[in-house]
């Protein structure tokens, strides 16, 4: 069955550095991609980026832009987060989804697990 | 970035009523649109794409309808598994942006 297994949850200090990692099994790693979506404590989702799984192009939200990489391992079909600078309106939980093609557009079909990342002093 | 508004913000209703739940996209997004359900502590969970395809698994009673910059999803009739936070997603442009979700409580 298809899966993606995050990371475990991390504390950080302000201004350092968070990477998450993103597990996926059951599919074709290289046919599809991996966004990174995050949610504040009682806030709705947003949107960081993805990474396409076969070529490794990425496209990432600008407010994020500068402060954000996405990486993958097609050796451990794995997917990587790693987010720079941190702030405290970083915390939130990170969400990894698979990057699909739905009738010709994009959704997430499936979904890891989620990493608390804190960011306090 | 396109801007996706939700409304109402929250709803509360009873067991087996039927509740639509509206999205805006601030430009024309033609019919990509996506709806997730969220329950509380879980993670997010693909109901319809491309405004009216139902994902594999989810029950008839959702449908989704809409084109260019309104949209609907509808709930025919309440189940008690459907109370929790919905949002849409356009899928048009990156930045993929969300809606601020509705929350669905029991009235």
Sequence with gaps: QIQLVQSGAEVKKPGASVKVSCKASGYTFTSYGISWVRQAPGQGLEWMGWINGYNGHTDYAPKLQGRLTMTTDTSTTTAYMELRSLRSDDTAVYYCARWSDCSSTTCYDYWGQGTLVTVSS | ?107
């Design chain 2, 1 to 107: 970035d396109i801007q996706m508004t939700q409304s109402p913000s929250s709803l509360s209703a009873s067991v087996g009523d039927g509740i639509t739940i509206t999205c805006r996209a601030s430009q024309s997004i033609t019919r990509y649109l996506n709806w997730y359900q969220q329950k509380p502590g879980k993670v997010p969970k693909l109901l319809i794409y491309a405004t009216s395809s139902l994902q594999s698994g989810v029950p008839s009673r959702f449908s989704g309808s809409g084109s260019g910059t309104d949209f609907t999803l509808t709930i025919s009739s309440l189940q008690p598994e459907d109370f929790a936070t919905y949002y849409c997603q356009q899928s048009y442009s990156t930045p993929l942006t969300f809606g601020g979700g509705t929350k669905v409580e029991i009235k």
